[in-house]
């Protein structure tokens, strides 16, 4: 099975700042990476698909990139709604696995 | 709109077993593959099980050979049978779908059911 791995686990940040978060697959994904967001008590939130694509009414604050094994989900600005825990997808496989989350707190 | 509604959930002992359900609705259901995610207390998110429009099913190897996923089209319906429960299947269980019959993320999530293992 291809694993996930995020980091940091834990970020601790101030709105207005610009926040990168990376996820690493252990094979090559191509770009078949996808982010999600998640807040306490809720589903999580399709944010970024196919390492890039903005999902609709996704704000452009946020951008993915990447591809193979190495990704990226950055914020350019922070603001107050974007506390929450990110985790990175892969579906290259059947077996589809997430990344260990990385919660981004003030 | 696409709606997902997980039921099914509760309290049950270590070896038993429950059967999960998600309705969907706003979609032509059959033509899209369905998954369950699952969320253990304070932890990750982790795929469970997914079963594509005609019934091929996929499971993550945490719990094969103990669930079984399975679809009524006719109900826009999917199903997860949980046996053989371990304190370790405690989870909140979602339905996800993904956005078409090429791409396995998930565009829609319901709300969530949880199970709980514990005598």
């Known amino acids: 099975d291809i694993q996930m791995t995020q980091s940091p686990s834990t970020l601790s940040a101030s709105v207005g700042d610009r926040v990168t978060i990376t996820c690493r697959a252990s094979?090559?994904?191509?770009?078949?990476l996808a982010w999600y967001q998640q807040k306490p008590g809720k589903a999580p939130k399709l944010l970024i698909y196919?390492?890039?694509t903005l999902e609709t009414g996704v704000p452009s604050r946020f951008s993915g990139s990447g591809s193979g094994t190495e990704f990226t989900l950055t914020i350019s600005s922070l603001q107050p709604d974007d506390f929450a825990t990110y985790y990175c997808?892969?579906?290259?496989?059947?077996?589809?696995?997430f990344g260990q989350g990385t919660k981004v707190d003030i | 709109e696409v709606q997902l509604w997980e039921s099914g959930g509760g309290l049950v002992q270590p070896g038993g077993s429950l059967r999960l359900s998600c309705a969907a609705s706003?979609?032509?259901?059959?033509?899209?593959?369905m998954n369950w995610v699952r969320q253990a207390p304070g932890k990750g998110l982790e795929w469970v099980s997914g079963?594509?429009?005609?019934?091929?099913?996929t499971y993550a190897d945490s719990v094969k050979g103990r669930f079984t996923i399975s679809r009524d089209n006719s109900k826009n319906t999917v199903y997860l049978q949980t046996n053989s429960l371990r304190a370790e299947d405690t989870a909140i269980y979602y339905c996800?779908?993904?956005?078409?019959?090429?791409?396995?993320?998930?565009?829609?999530w319901g709300q969530g059911t949880l199970v709980t293992v514990s005598s």
């Open positions: 996800a779908k993904p956005p078409d019959v090429y791409n396995n993320y998930f565009d829609y």
């Open positions: 706003g979609f032509t259901f059959r033509n899209y593959a």
């Open positions: 079963i594509s429009g005609s019934g091929d099913s």
């Open positions: 094979q090559s994904i191509s770009r078949l």
């Open positions: 196919k390492a890039s």
């Open positions: 997808q892969q579906f290259n496989t059947f077996s589809r696995t």
